[in-house]
């Protein structure tokens, strides 16, 4: 697995997409539908793993 980004992406609508801009260039366009989708699995890992973290005793904390 490659190291994470620390860094929150820009994220914007054209022409009926949504452009994810990514790391080192990369550019992600969506149908609106699946980025609706992918936002929630993006905040349910998210969660899951803050909750874990703070099981674990580092509080959570965020780089």
Do not use: C, W, Y
């Amino acid at each position: 697995m490659s190291r994470p980004h620390a860094e929150p992406r820009t994220v914007f609508h054209e022409n009926g997409e949504v452009i994810i801009d990514g790391p080192d260039g990369t550019i992600i366009a969506m149908t609106p539908e699946a980025a609706l989708r992918t936002a929630g699995r993006l905040d349910e890992a998210a969660l899951d793993e803050l909750i874990a973290r703070a099981q674990i005793g580092d509080g959570g904390k965020l780089d």
